[in-house]
């Protein structure tokens, strides 16, 4: 199967990022512009595997602090508590409120936690080399793109708290030091998935030459 | 793909394979040989579907951003924000980083989206369409994914929640018109042909009218490349 | 679906040529259904946003020279607790000396805009009248609002400090009362009429020359109709006490009038005639219920009088009398000097009010004494015939032994002589008799030599004599109470009774205070429980509530652990 796949790579052909056009590449090492849309050329997205690398550690860095710096801090009637995210969900799900306790915790600790392995799991089987399982390696990187922008829930969450709820003396929100580092976990990894090159996958199965990626 | 008639041969952007797509009925899809990847639809009415819905989506939006989202009253305290309200209280209480990723998400981005949609639409009715088409077009595609209206939904509302167990909270019409918007958005793009418009779009290199493609039916490279 | 590999030469082409041609219906050009939706979204937005326009009222601004607790966006404006308008920003002025607080009024308010409408910031408040404002510790502080009765719509307006103490619209009288100090009253001072609070002071300026105060009233109606032109205002702060016949006589109104001060007021019976005070009219204040209402002297008659003798105990203001019954005073002490004569002697001038020997007349003579004092022509005749014809002099006499207080009294001396007065003059002379002050020291030296002269040896030999019959007697008396004990019951019987009646005064005392300070319903009390009360429901609000956020102290944020707080 391997021969008689024909990849574009592999025609010293380039198929714009940006309009889709198939043109011919002027040379191996440039390829130029897109004669349709002007966008520059790329076989593959440029230092994707590094790109990626250096994101998905930066975001496991602040992965930290986000879990373990409060996020949200109540003010009732002068004294104030402080909230992690982990410490709202168990709260959330001890006071009955448990479809939202769920949510939360999906949504902002499983997800980028996950989105995290995933595309380390993608860079480690891409820089192996591995030939299995494309198809389902493929659908997880669809998955992780598709599923990254959920994470931001508890973020949105935190800004519409801190926004409505003050009402001081009795009662004032105010966000606590994780939330940015949370915001940052989700941006980055949303960067580190769109810097990622899905067609890396498949090379290995194609035998493409290695200067290429 | 949507010209009549005609057939396109393209790489696959997940998996780079060389395939040919043909014409596609109405409604039809396109997806990879190998990979399974959505290559090309045809949508009905590419043109003036998603151009009624993003005149729409961007009268929402601007409703969503200045009318209050919901209302708060506790022991005769009243409180009421809008989105900008929200992401300015971030920055106001010192998450300047998260309100500007805030404001990003919730506002910004689907505004340019919308708009970039909107003049690409607008321009591309009538071929050819001028180069800076392919540019804006370019920028609502990056626009996309950080276009988080349903998100912003869907935290409104456990905000919203949380907060009802202690006071009485009245959603306004702000959150009514985020809603709506959640709605117009995956709808626009459902309907959005980006194929269609290249296919209207003057090339950059030497502004001829639009063609077929670089690469003919008969097998031969019509065009190559500006270095 | 996918389509199945083709590789890049493609199949024969098909003969076109020699297929039918299909029917081609051309496209019309018709606009499609979508457009609906952009139609309804455009409508759905210019529909809110036209609601908002026309909804919108007028745009004011109120300066004031502290707004705390005003904030932008939050405060609102009441007006009988009904939302009227909201502040939508608070911005320092005037060379940061004021503050102007801009706000938006809702349309249906937007007629109360009138120039003199009246706004102030409502906090928690303790003043004279009472607490007031406490809603405002949970809810943040409110702008309040008072109608004004203008014509001609305002926009921008001046804050008051303080809330008005009487809302314009309450119905009831305004009057301006004059006093030489304030006393212990200030704003929200209490006003009295038969004991029931019938108003307040709203206001208080000292007069532009300073020499007295000027004190502004509210009396609420249905009890504005018993101010009258005759009715006397008197300062009723404190505690009256009189000790007189009767036992002690502690008189107060209130006891909030104990503490804080308060005018009472009341018409006396004596003015002949009175209608109901118009709105605004002046009164003086009074210092005490007796000073105000004392009848008024309106008919006065000045003359002056020349003593020979030590004018030395005669101050102004000493009494003049009639016949020992008060007629006037001594207005001025003072010398006269004749440097041709060489003769010095004392002048004073006196002041006398026939109305004070008119009012003590009987029924059937006062209709003509009254006819005679109203005249000053028949007074004038009626005095100088009195002087003349039947020796009306005048004469120092002695007020108090032990200070050496004087005072001036007229009395008829048949033996004087003729008198020889100019009673032309605006101030006549009435010929003085003098004083019998001095022959007191020779009478006191009479009775010293006459109890010289007593045989005190002869006394005291009978003295001894009584006393050892006493003696006897005494002894006798003592066995006469050793054996009759019952004939002593009735004299203990009557000493009980006295003694009991010394209590019941006492009794009755103590219960008057009662009634008036300390009694069930006594006045004070009420005020004061009524005040306490307050309190107590609003701390038990406030412990209700921080006792519960207590328990869940970031519930809000996380859910509650059980429904029931």
């Known amino acids: 199967m391997t021969t008689s796949v024909l990849t574009a790579a592999r025609a010293g052909l380039v198929s714009c990022g940006t309009c889709g056009l198939l043109a011919a590449s002027a040379s191996r090492a440039a390829p130029g512009h897109c004669p349709r849309c002007g966008a520059p050329l790329a076989a593959r997205r440029r230092g994707s595997v590094e790109t990626t690398w250096a994101l998905v550690i930066a975001a496991a860095i602040c992965y930290i602090p986000a879990n373990l710096l409060p996020v949200l801090g109540t003010t009732t009637l002068g004294s104030t508590e402080y909230d992690t995210i982990m410490g709202g969900v168990v709260f959330l799900f001890t006071s009955g409120s448990w479809p939202l306790a769920l949510i939360v915790l999906v949504a902002s600790v499983m997800v980028p936690l996950g989105k995290l392995l995933a595309l380390a799991y993608l860079l480690i089987t891409v820089q192996r080399g591995s030939i299995a399982s494309n198809r389902e390696r493929t659908r997880l990187y669809h998955l992780v793109v598709f599923i990254g922008r959920w994470s931001m829930l508890d973020v949105f969450v935190d800004t519409f708290t801190v926004a409505l709820v003050q009402l001081s003396p009795l009662m004032s929100v105010q966000p606590g030091a994780g939330v940015v580092f949370f915001a940052a976990v989700v941006v980055l990894t949303m960067i580190a998935a769109e810097s990622f090159d899905p067609r890396l996958i498949w090379d290995a199965d194609t035998e493409t030459e290695p200067d290429v990626a | ?227 | 679906m996918p389509i199945p590999k083709r590789s890049l030469t493609l199949p024969d082409p098909i003969d076109r040529e020699t297929l039918p041609r299909a029917t081609l219906t051309p496209p019309r050009r018709r606009i499609s259904a979508i457009w609906l939706i952009p139609l309804i979204a455009a409508a759905v937005a210019i529909g809110i946003a036209v609601n908002r326009v026309m909804n919108q009222g007028p745009t004011i601004t109120i300066v004031f020279s502290s707004a705390e607790g005003v904030e932008a966006g939050k405060t609102f404006i009441k007006y009988k607790d009904v939302k009227i308008g909201q502040v939508t920003a608070v911005e320092l002025y005037q060379e940061y000396s004021k503050v102007i607080v801009t706000a938006r009024i809702d349309k249906h308010a937007a007629g109360l805009m009138v120039e003199d409408a009246n706004f102030w910031v409502v906090e928690p408040r303790v003043t004279l009248s009472g607490v007031s404002g406490l809603s405002t510790l949970l809810a943040g502080n409110y702008i309040g609002f008072e109608q004004g009765h203008a014509q001609r719509a305002g926009r921008r307006f001046v804050g008051l400090e303080v809330p008005p103490a009487v809302t314009i619209d309450q119905p009831g009288r305004r009057f301006q009362l004059k006093a030489d100090d304030m006393g212990s009253l200030g704003v929200g001072s209490p006003l009295y009429f038969r004991r029931l609070q019938v108003g307040q002071v709203t206001a208080y300026a000292l007069a532009d020359d300073g020499k007295s105060v000027s004190i502004r009233v509210f009396v609420n109606a249905p009890y504005d109709r018993f101010v009258g032109t005759d009715t006397r205002f008197w300062n009723a702060s404190g505690v009256d006490v009189s000790l007189g016949a009767g036992g002690l006589d502690l008189r107060t109104q209130s006891l909030v009038s104990l503490l804080i001060g308060g005018i009472a007021f009341e018409s006396p019976g004596f003015a002949a005639t009175s209608e109901p005070a118009a709105a605004d009219s002046a009164f003086p204040l009074y210092g005490d219920r007796t000073t105000a209402m004392k009848q008024p002297d309106t008919i006065a008659r000045s003359y002056v009088l020349y003593f020979s003798e030590s004018l030395r105990g005669l101050s102004v203001g000493a009494p003049l009398t009639l016949l020992g019954l008060p007629a006037g005073e001594v207005t001025q002490v003072g010398v006269d000097l004749d440097p041709v004569k060489l003769a010095v002697r004392g002048r004073v001038e006196v002041v006398a009010y026939p109305e004070r020997i008119v009012a003590r007349l009987q029924t059937h003579q006062s209709a003509a004494g009254q006819a005679i004092v109203q005249s000053e022509q028949a007074t004038h005749e009626l005095f100088k015939r009195l002087v003349e014809e039947r020796g009306l002099r005048a004469q120092l006499r002695s007020g108090n032994l032990l200070t050496g207080q004087l005072f001036v009294s007229l009395d008829f001396f048949p033996d004087a002589g003729k008198p020889d007065v100019d009673w032309t003059q605006a101030l006549p002379a009435i010929p003085t008799v003098p004083s019998t002050v001095p022959d007191l020291e020779a009478k006191v030296t009479a009775i010293l030599a006459k109890i010289d002269a007593l045989p005190f040896k002869a006394i005291g030999a009978d003295l001894k004599k009584v006393i050892e019959s006493l003696d006897k007697t005494l002894k006798d008396v003592n066995k006469a109470v050793n054996r009759i004990d019952t004939g002593l019951t009735p004299e203990l019987v009557s000493t009980v009774a006295d003694l009991r009646r010394a209590l019941d005064s006492a009794d009755r005392l103590i219960k008057s205070t009662d009634a008036t300070l300390l009694g069930e319903d006594a006045p004070g009390q009420i005020q004061l429980r009524d005040a306490l009360e307050e309190i107590a429901g609003a701390a038990r609000a406030v412990r209700g509530l921080s006792d519960y956020l207590e328990r869940q102290p970031a519930s809000l944020i996380r859910g509650k652990t059980e429904k029931t707080p």
């Open chain 2, 1 to 227: 793909m949507t010209g009549a008639g005609h057939a396109e041969t393209l790489a696959c952007p997940d998996c780079d394979l060389l395939q040919v797509v043909p014409e596609l009925p109405l409604g039809a899809k396109a997806s990879c040989a190998r990979c399974g990847r959505t290559l090309a639809t045809r949508t009905a009415d590419p043109i003036e579907r998603p151009l009624a819905l993003s005149i729409a989506a961007l009268l929402v939006l601007i409703l969503a951003n200045t009318a209050p989202l919901m209302g708060l009253s506790v022991v005769g305290q009243q409180a009421s924000t809008t989105i900008v309200g929200g992401a300015w209280q971030m920055w106001v209480q010192g998450q300047e980083l998260t309100a500007v990723v805030v404001a990003f998400c919730a506002v910004f981005a689907p505004a340019a989206y919308l708009l970039c949609t909107l003049a690409v639409l607008l321009a591309a009715r009538r071929p050819p369409a001028p180069r800076w088409v392919g540019e804006l077009l370019r920028w609502a595609e990056a626009m996309q994914p950080w276009s988080m209206v349903e998100v912003m939904m869907l935290g409104i509302l456990v905000a919203l929640i949380k907060i009802a167990e202690l006071a009485t909270v009245e959603p306004d019409i702000g959150m009514y018109a985020v809603g709506v918007l959640m709605l117009l958005i995956p709808a626009i793009q459902s309907s959005f042909d980006p194929e269609a418009i290249w296919k209207r779009v003057t090339w950059a290199d030497d502004g001829s009218p639009p063609a077929d493609g670089a690469v003919q039916t008969d097998g031969t490279l019509n065009l190559r490349s500006v270095p």
